[in-house]
């Protein structure tokens, strides 16, 4: 569905380039769920939009649905839905005519757009809001609206950029659980987010980017086993009482784990035994005043690679 070779993106003059991204290898398999993770600046949205031709390629070679975007554009963005990160829904319309004005700049007839209209309603749950004006919409509906109106034109493959970014956990779930059936029905999907339980529940493999280059991939469980270890180990200490901190206090356990990572609250130690980790803790004289042993997550992997630091 993708295939990307050396992919490049540069912005600016020739003597003072931005280089988003920086030669990147991707390929997208039918029917999968892909996802694009990393920090603010590292190339997604540059790369989603190279991917949804409407963005030129700056090196490299990229091939959507078997297809040049640089030669082929329209036939690429026929077979696209588009769920962009802000909703743009056309607020003078309501609901259900979203759909349908949306459905007819793709040239399907009126009658087809009608029924696709009703059958998209019903899928995403707003059949009773069909008359409804965009406004009313909850945070929650607007999205599911969006979504809705990307796949008017039945497409082959499905961008979505942060789908539930804002909105409650509820909405979230309701989101996953129509993107899921999506998958089930054949459609390939390619997420960007920032929730790495979202990447961790829809996405099948998924690609880590830093700084215009990828820097991990597959599948969350294999970048977990890779990159983590079974379970975290978190401390708490009261560090008043210590008379040291949480970093001073790192050394202390520094051979407890796979990893020791120091947090101003609390101490991550990397481990395959959380438990092991608690109980030599406190053989060593040490009390924290609280402990909790985890799973290691997708996030814990994103960390390590990307590192804490915020990026703008």
Request: with cysteine; glycine share 10%; aromatic share 4%.
């Amino acid at each position: 569905m993708i295939s990307a070779r050396g992919l490049r993106k540069s912005f600016g003059p020739a003597n003072d380039q931005l280089e988003a991204v920086k030669g990147i290898d991707v390929e997208v398999r039918r029917g999968e769920a892909f996802g694009f993770l990393g920090p603010n600046g590292a190339g997604k949205s540059s790369t989603m939009r190279m991917i949804a031709a409407v963005s030129p390629i700056s090196g490299g070679e990229l091939r959507i649905l078997g297809m040049d975007p640089a030669v082929d554009g329209p036939a690429i963005r026929g077979r696209l839905g588009v769920c962009p990160q802000e909703d743009t829904l056309d607020t003078e319309l309501n609901v259900r005519d979203n759909l349908f004005i949306y459905g007819r700049y793709f040239g399907i007839p009126k009658a087809e757009v009608n029924a696709r209209a009703d059958e998209l309603l019903e899928f995403v749950q707003l059949t009773e809001k069909a008359k409804s004006k965009v406004e009313d919409l909850s945070g929650g509906m607007k999205r599911r609206l969006t979504i809705a109106r990307s796949l008017i034109n039945r497409p082959d493959l499905l961008l979505l950029d942060e789908p539930t970014t804002g909105l409650d956990p509820q909405a979230r779930h309701v989101l996953w659980d129509r993107l899921f059936r999506l998958k089930q029905q054949g459609v390939t999907l390619v997420i960007t987010t920032h929730y790495m339980d979202e990447a961790e529940q829809l996405c099948d493999r998924l690609v880590v980017m830093d700084k215009g280059l990828i820097v991990a991939e597959g599948s969350p469980l294999e970048l977990i086993k890779q990159h983590s270890t079974r379970e975290v180990a978190e401390l708490r200490f009261g560090v008043a009482e210590e008379g040291a901190t949480h970093e001073a206090l790192a050394e202390k356990v520094a051979d407890l784990g796979d990893r020791v990572e120091a947090l101003p609250d609390r101490l991550l130690v990397y481990t395959d035994d959380g438990d092991g980790v608690i109980a030599a803790v406190h053989e060593r004289g040490l009390q924290p005043v609280a402990t909790l042993v985890r799973r290691s997550t997708l996030e814990d992997v994103f960390l390590r690679l990307t590192g804490r630091t915020l990026v703008d």
